[in-house]
Structure formats: structure tokens, C-alpha cells
């Protein structure tokens, strides 16, 4: 799975509150549990945090938001990706905040404090900004990262490691809403911004492609809602743009590409499930 993230230090806004262990079978298969708002449930078996939940929550540092802030339009679209694809031995974490981000010392601490190690960093600039590029593999086994659970955990933590040290970027990142010092420049139609294709990719897997608005969790319950309707996950890559989360999975079915029929339940399934009511079923 294509993935790529990091970010600025942010140890000091997490916090663990001993949870149940919920076990995961398997690659990227399991139950899952997040709150979507703040919490996530860690799969004591993959990290090195056992059972353990985190909160993410971003301070509010000395940024005022006041008529003399910055203006929206000039502060560049923060993105984080992470890539899954094109390192065999290693999950590819990218960040990128126009010129903004410096070393991301903070940031290579925070993800060590949740079990990883950072083991190859670069940075790059070009006209859409300063590119920070981080090779991170798990520091119990030395490989890449495949875990669902986790793989949000690294794009939380680099996303609220963003806002507290460049508080700015909450107006442009839908987790502004709930930990950031700004509010989102804008509201997403979940409706509007959904899309979702499925194509054929070889004779053993399909390429799934979603862009939807973000949210936290989003990476869990995607790959939760795939597994549910006994879809592999095989590898991907999941970008955060600013307001937008865009994903690409390989999937199959029993080893082989997803046949039409499965492909438009697929479809229909992400579909209801990222565009649905949030209301409790129990209220009906």
C-alpha cells in the first residue's frame, strides 16, 4: 500500500488510556474501533503501545486568530502521504507544507514514541514547496508498515504535530475543526466530494480509488468496510490534501481481480458508508 507522511514534534499531545486489546487476523482484515472524533484503538499485537488508546489534541500556541492573522489564500495546502508501493522493505511517508516545515525533528520523535523507526529521511524543494520524505519501519520486526490501526496513528500524529507548530494550517485541514487553533476555511459536501472508481489492474487484483472528504479514522474504517465484504487489501496509498483524503488500494478477491459485479458492490458499499447519516442506529 502507497503511503507517505511526517511533521514537526507533538509527543506532548498524547495521551494513553489502557483499553481492551482488539485482535486484527490478518493483513490489513479485523475489527476495528475508533472514535472518529478523537480516539484510537491500537492493536496491541503490532504496537508497542499495548492496548492502548490515543488522543490526539493539538495546543493552542501563541496564535491569535484575529483580523491580523494570514490571510486564507496564502497559506499553501498542507498534504501528507503515505506510500505503501514503491519501497518493498518500508513504508514512504511525505510531508509537505510549501516552504513552511523545517527539519521535523519533533515530528521523527513522536512517530519513534509509537514504536517505529525513522531509518532514511530526505528533503527536496520545487515549486509546490519543501518535500520531507521519511522511510519508517516498525522497531520490534524492521519492516514496513501495514497495520491499518497504526498507519492512522502516523497520519494523526504528523497531522496534529502540523498544527501545533504551524497553527495555520488548521484552516486548511479538515482536523482543524476538532484540534485546531483555526477553523477550516471551508465545509466539504461529503456528497459532492466522494468519488469512487474501481478499475482492472492485472488478472490477480483491482485498483480501488476513493477521494472523499477527511476525517479521523478515515484509513481504519475504509479498510474496514473493504474486509467486511471479504475484499483483500494488498497495498496502496492513502494522500491527505488539505480538506480531501484521496486512496488508492490494490485489492482482490480470493487472489484474483474483483469481477464487475463485485467491483459495483464495492462501490456501493464505500459509498453508503462514507456518505451516510451519522445518526446512532439505535435511534430508529
Same mark, same amino acid.
Given at each position: ?60 500556541? *501563541?496564535? &491569535? ?5 494570514? /490571510? %486564507? $489564500?496564502?497559506? !499553501?495546502?498542507?498534504? #501528507? ?120 489492474? *492485472?488478472? &490477480? ?5 476513493? /477521494? %472523499? $472528504?477527511?476525517? !479521523?479514522?478515515?484509513? #481504519? ?64
Amino acid at each position: 500500500m502507497a503511503v507517505a507522511m511526517v511533521s514537526c514534534g507533538i509527543p506532548t499531545s498524547l495521551k494513553l488510556i489502557e483499553k481492551q486489546p482488539i485482535s486484527i487476523p490478518g493483513f490489513f482484515n479485523g475489527s476495528l474501533a475508533l472514535n472518529p472524533v478523537q480516539k484510537l484503538h491500537v492493536t496491541p499485537k503490532r504496537l508497542a503501545l499495548s492496548g492502548s488508546t490515543i488522543i490526539l489534541k493539538a495546543s493552542a500556541t *501563541a496564535v &491569535e486568530q484575529d483580523g491580523s492573522s494570514q /490571510e %486564507t $489564500a496564502a497559506v !499553501p495546502t498542507p498534504k #501528507v502521504v503515505i506510500d505503501l508501493d514503491s519501497d518493498p522493505e518500508a513504508t514512504i511517508v511525505e510531508v509537505t507544507f510549501g516552504d513552511r516545515l523545517g527539519a521535523l525533528l519533533d515530528t521523527m520523535n513522536a512517530l519513534k514514541n509509537l514504536g517505529l523507526n525513522v531509518v532514511k529521511a530526505n528533503v527536496c524543494l520545487d515549486s509546490s514547496g519543501k518535500h520531507n520524505t521519511f522511510a519508517i519501519t516498525k522497531a520490534s520486526t524492521g519492516r514496513k508498515v501495514d497495520d491499518p490501526e497504526l498507519l492512522e496513528a502516523i497520519r494523526l500524529t504528523i497531522i496534529n504535530n502540523m498544527m501545533e507548530y504551524h497553527p495555520e494550517s488548521s484552516s486548511r485541514l479538515a482536523m482543524g475543526e476538532a484540534f485546531g487553533v483555526f477553523q477550516p476555511y471551508q465545509k466539504i459536501d461529503v456528497d459532492i466530494a466522494t468519488h469512487i472508481h474501481v478499475y482492472d489492474d *492485472a488478472p &490477480e487484483r483491482s485498483l480501488l480509488c476513493v /477521494e %472523499t $472528504a477527511d476525517r !479521523p479514522g478515515l484509513i #481504519v474504517d475504509l479498510v474496514k468496510t473493504i474486509t467486511d465484504i471479504n475484499v483483500d487489501v494488498e497495498s496502496g496509498e492513502f494522500d491527505t490534501e488539505g480538506l480531501l483524503a484521496k486512496a488508492k488500494f490494490h485489492v482482490n478477491y480470493k487472489g484474483k481481480a474483483l469481477i464487475k459485479p463485485l467491483q459495483q458492490v464495492l462501490a456501493n458499499s464505500l459509498r453508503y458508508f462514507l456518505r451516510r447519516p451519522t445518526t446512532e442506529d439505535a435511534s430508529f
